[in-house]
């Protein structure tokens, strides 16, 4: 499935500056995106106690996002509420995380 890009989302990204630049796809997200026009939400984050990890965020739209202690995030998209759920009410979030990518082969959007 191809992304298409409509007059609309090239003028949104044309206007959009981000102080880190444009997102980046680091692997294949859930469903096609553009990075070039791709646009973070605003998601608010809940701290996790992980070595690598700060927290994790979801959003209405099933965003989740994932911020590591290095400041790398990334944005998975299509995914529910329940796993957001999951990997912050776990024992350990860094193996809850890691787990759920692997076995769902779930890909994210690097930002």
């Given at each position: 499935m191809a992304?298409?890009?409509s007059a609309k989302?090239?003028?949104i990204a044309a206007e959009t500056v981000t102080s880190s630049g444009p997102a980046t796809v680091t692997?294949?997200?859930l469903f096609p995106v553009n990075p070039a026009t791709y646009l973070p939400p605003a998601i608010e984050m809940i701290p996790v106690e992980s070595s690598n990890l700060l927290g994790f965020g979801h959003d209405s739209v099933k965003t989740l996002r994932v911020w590591f202690k290095n400041g790398t995030r990334y944005d998975y998209i299509g995914l529910p509420?329940?796993?957001f759920f999951d990997l912050v009410n776990a024992e350990s979030a860094g193996k809850a995380y890691n787990a759920l990518m692997k076995e769902r082969g779930?890909?994210?959007v690097k930002l």
């Open positions: 992304f298409h890009e989302t090239k003028a692997e294949e997200p509420e329940s796993d779930i890909k994210g």
